[in-house]
């Protein structure tokens, strides 16, 4: 007899619906799995088998075949359990369960062998793809059901165990009621008014802030580098929905959904240690590739603490992610794709001591360790930071004296006033002054003579490339919106030109 389900397979930040095709006939009493499934659905057959028996079902001994099509796409993940055990039902005759019932409705769960069902990853993923195919509802563990059910117009159906499920399908039991979690309460955010000193970095950063873009800060050790970078979430403006679903998303197929939370509504801020491999930063992995923390970080802002001490080739990952606001990985079968729409933050110190050009203590380095030092940085990944800011050692009095200055709140709200003049202007709430296309941003931006003359003097005389020049015009855009001016001004153009090092003055400092 024949049954049929469906459940998902995960290609990067997305969720493909799998057909689960179950054949059970005359023949030796062996369980099969078909369609390119790798160790952990294989396992699938005991993990069923128990599940089947601890629900009191009993299920005829013959030759079962499990088909997942389409057959080309790699499947991998517990969660094909709950559907492999639904087609089984659906499709052996001693079980009671129509054919029919499992019609329209998509399944995913890991099984414990007394039946009870396991959280999984990716619930909101194969919620948005049940009902972008058209499909009546989702079956899922109940503690992915709030998650899933941030869907709109698709029916979730969160069970406890496989006997829920079956009564379900059967028409003997009503769904259970979702359990609604309330948004974890979060530390709070370190203030912007306890920085203390650093104007021109404390600027930079609201810039960053406002339009999304790059900073690198370089200053020595304890000069308050780490410190800024960590306000930088108390900066931002809040997510829109659509924002929280991708970050939602693409936490849940991680794996790094908080338990006791079905939507992150706060951006996120990763900061990984310099240890971490390729493939943890970039996304990758063995078996099919999970989000790195470039996609972790998507909406929000990864730091790079003393960036220097990265591997090189971990660094010039970053390149074409920082561009294309997507990481690309590809495998045999084809491009795996994750978003990356982010600010990056990034911080050194000026040389392998930290103290060259401090006015209190003399630089230990030699010329080959500056060289060296200086070398770990190539062009091409410098020339892609929109904004960079020395900060030197603060004086006594600075350290031992009031904090003084604006508060976190009351550069957000300039940051949120500036992100919506960009949302209006380019029709898009996650849209941002360094991640739109650049012939869109062009329309917004006209320069005058004296601003021409000013960025002519700094491509001729101080090496501005033409990556430079783009980013220049980016920032001077969001000083614009920071002002709460409609067109872009010679000021603003000079003020973008004074928040960017060029690579030869970097490569001085460092």
Not at 210 to 216: P, Y
Not at 245 to 270: N, Q
Not at 418 to 427: D, N, P, V
């Amino acid at each position: 007899m024949l049954a049929m389900t469906e459940s998902v397979a995960f290609v990067g930040a997305d969720a493909n619906l799998v057909r689960v095709e179950i054949d059970i006939g005359q023949g030796l009493p062996v369980f099969r799995i078909v369609g390119l499934p790798n160790a952990s659905v294989r396992e699938a057959e005991q993990r069923v088998r128990s599940a089947l028996i601890s629900s009191n079902e009993e299920y005829s001994k013959l030759r079962t075949t499990a088909n997942l099509s389409p057959g080309s796409l790699r499947k991998e993940g517990t969660h094909f359990d709950l559907a492999l055990a639904l087609g089984i039902a659906g499709a052996d005759p001693k079980i009671d369960l129509e054919p029919s019932a499992l019609q329209g409705w998509v399944c995913l769960g890991e099984l414990a062998l007394d039946g009870t069902l396991r959280p999984i990853r990716g619930a909101l993923a194969a919620a948005i793809a049940a009902k972008r195919a058209g499909r009546r509802g989702l079956i899922t563990p109940l503690s992915n059901a709030p998650e899933a059910a941030l869907v709109d117009d698709i029916e979730i159906v969160g069970i406890e165990t496989l006997r829920e499920g079956l009564d379900f399908l059967r028409g003997k039991r009503k769904p259970c009621r979702i359990p609604i979690f309330e948004a974890p309460s979060l530390p709070p955010v370190p203030d912007m008014r306890y920085v203390r000193g650093h104007a021109y970095a404390k600027r930079a950063l609201e810039v960053a802030a406002a339009g999304g873009h790059n900073l690198m800060m370089v200053g020595p050790p304890g000069s308050g580098k780490t410190m800024l970078a960590q306000r930088m979430p108390g900066l931002l403006p809040p997510m829109s929905f659509d924002e929280s679903l991708d970050v939602t998303k693409i936490h849940s197929i991680a794996g790094m959904l908080p338990a006791d939370a079905a939507l992150i509504t706060e951006r996120p801020f990763r900061a990984p240690h310099h240890n971490i491999s390729l493939a943890g930063l970039v996304g990758g992995g063995v078996g099919l590739p999970r989000p790195g923390e470039l996609s972790l970080a998507h909406h929000g802002t990864l730091f790079l603490d003393e960036v220097t001490l990265y591997r090189r080739d971990v660094l010039e990952s970053l390149r074409a992610p920082l561009e294309d606001g997507e990481v690309r990985i590809a495998r045999s079968g084809g491009v795996i794709t994750f978003p990356c729409r982010i600010s990056l933050i990034a911080a050194m110190n000026p040389c392998p001591c930290g103290f060259l050009g401090d006015t209190k203590k003399e630089c230990r380095c030699g010329e080959l360790q500056l060289q060296t030092y200086g070398a770990r940085l190539s062009g091409p990944l410098l020339d892609r930071m929109d904004l960079q800011a020395p900060m030197e050692r603060l004086t006594s009095r600075e350290l031992l004296g009031a904090p003084q200055g604006e508060n976190s709140a009351e550069v957000r709200a300039r940051v949120t006033s500036a992100r919506e003049m960009q949302s209006r202007r380019y029709g898009d709430p996650a849209l941002t002054n360094a991640s739109v296309v650049r012939s869109i941003l062009d329309q917004h931006v006209s320069l005058g003579p004296a601003a021409r003359s000013l960025l002519g003097h700094a491509i001729e005389n101080d090496s501005l490339s033409g990556r430079g020049l783009d980013r220049v015009l980016r920032v001077a855009r969001t000083l614009a919106d920071l002002e709460a001016e409609p067109a872009v001004g010679d000021g603003h153009i000079a003020q973008a030109l004074g928040l960017r090092l060029d690579r030869a003055q970097l490569r001085a400092v460092s």
